[in-house]
């Protein structure tokens, strides 16, 4: 456990103790005369003396410009607060966004050690990259939870302060192939358009090589699989979790097999919503059955209303509630056991749970 006082080597430490809070998603667009204002606090705020008890928590972003993802930060941000008006401590979170790029979010998992962190908190913008992050927080001696985007296993335990806060990938695409599953078995003349006892589907798939893309599309098709009905793909592609994306390989395919599709499955909600945009001018009587994961609010409207068949949970609040929780209590140098419902010593998963029409007024109420 790291508690050692650290010098601080970044002007921005000392922040008037009214901002508690602070998001820095520009860490590399300084301009000179903002580095010359900094320079000059420095003088006058002693920084580069003993850093004050404060728990500092950055956090890297693969890309803010993701519905999930943005929703997550905004989720630590609430905590935050609620945390520092618990304990009377005061905690600053740095957000920085990776924009897609891991070079960028290289530097800014640097610049955080710099800053004196004490816990870091990285969704990978790339998977493979998490080994080299591990080294650099176990050579400061910092703890690192890995949230989102799943390391491999050896990555995650080259230190014992290493941790992954995640949702199981595998539930969330058997979850969602269960709805579809239900649907068919409840009126199977509705979905199997053709009549002829074949579902034909087409799978929107999230980032390649991202662990939720690759198990809920193989996940999803197995549950209806084993449910004893036969499935026919018509095609499939990424859009990488984007509805831009999503709308523009819908709109290819509906002119490619038009009514012939039976279900769209969807990675996730956002794509779901883009297959939606690329429906607007088709006969709602005409439409596939749509399926999502995520529950974001907008799909969960989309359910209410009816386009959006069904989507499944992500919990993207308890993922940041127990990142929360454990970086307090790696923080204060207790066990993080005693925090969290800690798996093999190094995993916190949060359970997906499937939403359609019939539930959806649990979830719209949280
Ligand atoms: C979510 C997606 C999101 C992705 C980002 C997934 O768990 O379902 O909506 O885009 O994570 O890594
Ligand atoms: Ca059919």
Redesign the pocket.
Known sequence: MRLKTRSCFSPLCRRPAGERLEQDTAFGRRTGITVLVLAVLLLFTGCGAQRDDSLRIGVAL?TQD????SAMAQNLEWMVREAESETGRKITLFIADGRSSQAAQMDQVDRFLARGCDVLCVNLVDRTAAAVIADKAEAEGVPLIFF??QPVAEDIQRWDQIYYVGADARESGELQGRLVLDAWQADQEALDRNGDGILQYVMLE?EPG?Q?SLLRTEYSIKAVADGGVEVEKLANETAN?NRAQAAARTAQWLEEFGSGIEVIFSN???MALGAIDALADTPRDCWPLIVG??ATAPALEAVAGGQLYGTVH?DGRGQAQAMMDLALTLWSGGDPAQAVELAEGHYVWLPYRAVTLENLEEFTEE
């Not at 993701?66 to 993802?69: E, K, L, S």
């Open positions: 693969y993701d519905t999930f993802i989102n985007r999230g991202h939720d979790w996730n909600d956002d994961v995520d992500n």
